[in-house]
Each structure stands twice: as structure tokens, then as C-alpha cells.
């Protein structure tokens, strides 16, 4: 009788730990933070006509925030970035972030979110795919700068 008793507490308690792991495991799988939030409204914003906006952007990033792609600062400001995306918007057929990332992680002090992803478009018909790495600096939690190196990808040839 108390071989049985271990063997169900034995039992139960690997169902229990199974239970925790995957709980542990959907909630990584479902992790949210400002750079991912951002960038699903960045792909909904992108479907719309009117969704970059710099109402739309100051939800995400600060006032002063920085787009800085291949060492080259592409916009600043919450004006300049909607009128970077706009303009990208208008002269493209498709721009996609492919969510969720390849990899992502935030500094131990929290101020920065690391991220490796790939970037679908088509722009005259000619669709690309871009390998993106590089990090979100986090103020106030927001972003204040993105500083991204971004090359083509390989597999897409």
C-alpha cells in the first residue's frame, strides 16, 4: 500500500512539474514588452492609410527618440519617424516584421531589448527579406533610440 502511495505522489508530482513548465513555456511564448508591442502595431499601422501618425508613435517611443539603421540616423523625432514610414508606406507594396522574433532578450538592467528578426517587403513587385539585429534603448518605457544593422538575408536568394 505505500509503494502504491509514492508511485501516485510520484506520479502526481510530475504532472504537476510538467503543468508548471509548460505554463512557464506559454508564457514565454506569449512575453510582451514595448518592442514587440510596438511592432505588431507597426505591421497593423502599415495596412492602414492614416496609421503612422506621430499621436500613433508617441504610445511607443519618447518625443526625442532616434531611427538609427547601418550606423545612419534615418529619423528623429516622433514627426520624423511618422513621416519616415509614411514614406516607406507609400512607395511599397508589403512591409512585414515576422513576429515572433528569431531571438530576443533585455539587458539586465532593462534598458535595452536585443532582438535578431527578419523584415519582409516588396517595393516594385521585387520582394526582399532583410536580416535585422540590434537593440531598443528603453527610457521611461518607452523607446528612445533603435539602433539596428540590417543586411540582406541570404535564404532569400
Given at each position: 500500500?505505500?509503494?502504491?502511495?509514492?508511485?501516485?505522489?510520484?506520479?502526481?508530482?510530475?504532472?504537476?512539474?510538467?503543468?508548471?513548465?509548460?505554463?512557464?513555456?506559454?508564457?514565454?511564448?506569449?512575453?510582451?514588452?514595448?518592442?514587440?508591442?510596438?511592432?505588431?502595431?507597426?505591421?497593423?499601422?502599415?495596412?492602414?492609410?492614416?496609421?503612422?501618425?506621430?499621436?500613433?508613435?508617441?504610445?511607443?517611443?519618447?518625443?526625442?527618440?532616434?531611427?538609427?539603421?547601418?550606423?545612419?540616423?534615418?529619423?528623429?523625432?516622433?514627426?520624423d519617424l511618422a513621416a519616415h514610414f509614411r514614406d516607406i508606406q507609400a512607395r511599397t507594396e508589403l512591409v512585414e516584421i515576422e513576429l515572433p522574433f528569431i531571438d530576443e532578450f533585455t539587458s539586465p538592467g532593462g534598458d535595452r531589448i536585443f532582438t535578431h528578426h527578419i523584415v519582409k517587403a516588396r517595393e516594385n513587385g521585387h520582394d526582399s527579406r532583410e536580416r535585422v539585429m540590434g537593440y531598443a534603448a528603453i527610457r521611461d518605457g518607452k523607446i528612445s533610440l533603435i539602433n539596428f544593422v540590417s543586411a540582406p538575408d541570404a535564404a532569400a536568394k
Amino acid at each position: 500500500m505505500t509503494a502504491l502511495i509514492k508511485r501516485h505522489s510520484l506520479a502526481a508530482g510530475a504532472c504537476l512539474l510538467l503543468g508548471l513548465l509548460s505554463s512557464g513555456l506559454n508564457a514565454a511564448a506569449a512575453r510582451h514588452d514595448v518592442l514587440i508591442d510596438m511592432f505588431v502595431w507597426w505591421n497593423a499601422a502599415y495596412k492602414q492609410k492614416d496609421g503612422f501618425t506621430e499621436a500613433a508613435f508617441s504610445k511607443y517611443f519618447t518625443q526625442d527618440a532616434i531611427l538609427r539603421v547601418n550606423g545612419s540616423d534615418r529619423s528623429k523625432g516622433l514627426k520624423d519617424l511618422a513621416a519616415h514610414f509614411r514614406d516607406i508606406q507609400a512607395r511599397t507594396e508589403l512591409v512585414e516584421i515576422e513576429l515572433p522574433f528569431i531571438d530576443e532578450f533585455t539587458s539586465p538592467g532593462g534598458d535595452r531589448i536585443f532582438t535578431h528578426h527578419i523584415v519582409k517587403a516588396r517595393e516594385n513587385g521585387h520582394d526582399s527579406r532583410e536580416r535585422v539585429m540590434g537593440y531598443a534603448a528603453i527610457r521611461d518605457g518607452k523607446i528612445s533610440l533603435i539602433n539596428f544593422v540590417s543586411a540582406p538575408d541570404a535564404a532569400a536568394k
